[in-house]
Nanobody, 131 residues
């Protein structure tokens, strides 16, 4: 049974940090890219970051580039998203998802509305950034 369990969300002040975790099971982890998506109230779900399966290439949407860092631990089938310098506009439910082999990128850039390309999804974890 495939499972992706996202955790680590919470409430944080602007400028603060959180680390999200995506613990997976039920599939061959090192054959899959893992992406993080987010959905804010009233908005479409968008891709935030992704890490590939093979060479560990990392991709970020422009709004988080330089503030977020994605990493994977193949020994523990887990992907992390370190989020720094958080802003109120980062407030959303964050989801992790798996796609076989590679992140969904076009022209070297992460496709923001490419959630349909991912095979497995976890439940979300709420991130709220507010003063």
């Amino acid at each position: 049974q495939v499972q992706l369990v996202a955790s680590g969300g919470g409430f944080v002040l602007p400028g603060g940090s959180l680390r999200l975790s995506c613990a997976t099971s039920g599939f061959t982890f090192d054959h899959y890219a893992i992406g993080w998506f987010r959905q804010a109230p009233g908005k479409q779900r968008e891709a935030v970051s992704c890490i590939s399966s093979s060479d560990g290439s990392k991709y970020y949407t422009e709004s988080v580039n330089g503030r977020f860092n994605i990493s994977r631990d193949n020994a523990n089938n887990t992907v992390y998203l370190q989020m720094n310098i958080l802003k109120p506009e980062d407030t959303a439910v964050y989801y992790c998802a798996a796609r076989r082999w590679a992140c969904f990128v076009v022209g070297g850039a992460l496709v923001k509305d490419g959630d349909y390309e991912y095979d497995y999804w976890g439940q979300g974890t709420q991130v709220t950034v507010s003063s």
